[in-house]
């Protein structure tokens, strides 16, 4: 067969497609390969928390890696942060390596450290304080959290939160989708924008009427509750200021933000320094 | 099914009788799911006169229990309990501190939002239909939808990502909670119950009564026995007329 003039050009243009596409792809790689990696058998004590990078404002948008850095944090642990959008096989971010050992899960993550590492921030609470530990800690991961993520997702513009410039707003904007579907299944989803407010105004109350005066939920010494409640209110605190929530805490529950502020202060004295530029 | 069978002509719009529109009733439990439980044990302790209308049509939220009150619809069982609390003049947890109306929430929502995820995943991924307690055997198109439909939302929740050691793990920190709080106590904050109570005796009431064969059942009368103690407390004190009401009386009809 002869190739006509017409063919040439057309080979030519597919040839110097595959190049150029050749080109990106090696360019591709070898950033990825320059992106710093997670060791696998390291033998050292320290643990590797991978999370997705900082924001401006808050060390991340998410609530749970913040509150496994801040026990990290109270328990003086070593850890290095790997931010990464790598995630768990859980399929979600915090998870943890500790010594080649893979742990999902902020809450799992926190126990098996504790076992690891002979830490129980909690040893200093009564049976009872525990228990009401437990029950703060569920209330705020498993209510005011959707109750929030609908807030942020669903009835506001995602792009005002602080997010890191790494994720591209359609990847946002296809996240918020999946937790509209997400929020439909667990039930906050099915609510009206009033009522999730009255939810989250519900909870707040029930956190600020318990905290009281108090330095820490049960008194001078953090627990692991506070590390979930401080994770999931400086998302209100510091990253939504233009929130109604934020104007709710500063009318009516002020301690939770004067709680925020101490938890800062102990345990982020870094917290401007380590925030993205 | 839909909101167009709920105007048929069982509701009577003028009275001041409160519609509960739930599932047929267990064969072990009023209901078989904890939350039309909470609000039928709610409004037996406020003494406020209900009828049961047992039947699957869902609210406007696509979820059961709902009530309807003088031609008003309210879904949620919680936002039914704020709405009766005005209406009636009911406050349960008016004896409580503000210390314990704040712990009394978190444990609402420990236990609705946490404990019962344990549940549907224990029930619809891990149990025997068969012991479910349903009054009829579920048609095996119908279990599959749900499964599939609860693998869904379970995922999305997040609890359905764990393995079943894990949720089990979690089961057991719940009820451990639960244990060590209410410890020799009648009701969760003393001799009188609060609206917590309600639901609390609504989700342990399918693990104490109905899920006989589940490993939480076993675990709570291994471990935290004075969680079954609870249950018959607050069944014998709430509920005393329990087995006329599961071989069917006059307290509800059906839609």
Not at chain 2, 145 to 155: D, K, P, Q, V
Not at chain 2, 184 to 205: H, N, R, Y
């Amino acid at each position: 067969m002869r190739l006509t003039f017409g063919d040439t050009r057309l080979l030519a243009l597919a040839a110097g497609a595959i190049a150029v596409g050749v080109v990106l792809f090696l360019n591709a790689s070898r950033k990825q390969r320059k992106r710093k990696k997670l060791p696998y058998k390291d033998e050292s004590d320290t643990v590797y928390v991978v999370q997705i990078p900082r924001g401006k404002k808050v060390p991340s948008p998410s609530p749970f890696p913040i509150k496994l850095e801040t026990y990290l944090r109270i328990a003086k642990i070593p850890y290095e942060n790997v931010f990464a959008r790598k995630f768990s096989s859980k399929g979600k971010i915090p998870w943890i390596r500790h010594r080649g050992k893979d742990v999902p899960d902020s809450q799992f993550a926190i126990e098996y450290l504790n076992e690891q590492f002979n830490v129980d921030l909690e040893a200093h609470l009564t049976k009872e304080e525990r228990a009401m530990s437990r029950a703060f800690l569920k209330m705020v991961e498993e209510n005011l959290y959707w109750a929030l993520a609908c807030y942020r997702f669903i009835h506001d513009d995602v792009r005002k939160a602080d997010y890191p410039s790494v994720i591209p707003t359609w990847a946002l904007l296809l996240f918020g989708r999946r937790i509209k579907k997400y929020a439909w299944g667990q039930g906050m989803g099915r609510h009206s924008v009033e009522e999730i407010f009255h939810i989250t105004k519900l909870d707040f109350e029930a956190i600020s009427d318990y905290l009281g005066d108090k330095k820490f939920l049960f008194g001078d010494k953090p627990c692991v509750a506070d590390c979930a409640v401080f994770g999931m209110l400086v998302q209100v605190v510091f990253n939504q200021t233009y929130s109604p929530h934020n104007a709710l805490i500063k009318s009516e529950f002020p301690n939770l933000e004067r709680f925020c502020w101490t938890m800062r202060n102990a345990f982020w004295p870094d917290w401007d320094q380590i925030l993205a530029a | 099914m839909g909101s167009w069978l709920s105007r048929k002509s069982k509701f009577d719009d003028t009275s001041n009788t409160v519609y509960l529109m739930q599932m047929p009733r267990g064969t072990r439990v009023p209901s078989l799911s904890p939350f039309p439980l909470k609000l039928e044990t709610y409004l037996r302790m406020a003494k406020i006169s209900h009828k049961s209308i047992l039947g699957f049509s869902l609210s406007s939220k696509g979820k059961i229990p709902w009530i309807r009150h003088r031609g008003k619809d309210v879904a949620d069982s919680q936002f039914s309990i704020e709405y009766l609390n005005k209406e009636f003049g009911v406050d349960f947890n008016a004896h409580l501190t503000n210390e314990e109306k704040a712990v009394s929430r978190a444990f609402l929502k420990m236990v609705e939002e946490n404990l019962f995820w344990v549940l549907v995943c224990y029930r619809w991924f891990f149990m025997d239909p068969k012991d479910f307690g349903f009054s009829k055997p579920i048609p095996w198109l119908w279990l599959a939808y749900i499964r599939r439909m609860t693998r869904g939302y379970a995922y999305g929740h997040g609890m359905g990502r764990h393995s079943e050691e894990e949720i089990f793990h979690i089961g057991k920190l719940d009820l451990q909670a639960l244990s060590d709080y209410l410890g020799a106590k009648k009701f969760l904050f003393g001799d009188k119950p609060s609206e917590t109570d309600c639901s609390v005796f609504g989700m342990l009431a399918q693990f104490v009564f109905s899920n006989i064969e589940s490993p939480h059942c076993a675990l709570i009368k291994k471990e935290f026995p004075n969680l079954e103690r609870y249950c018959h407390t607050m069944r014998n004190t709430f509920w005393p007329d329990w087995d006329q009401v599961l071989k069917g009386d006059a307290s509800s009809t059906k839609l």
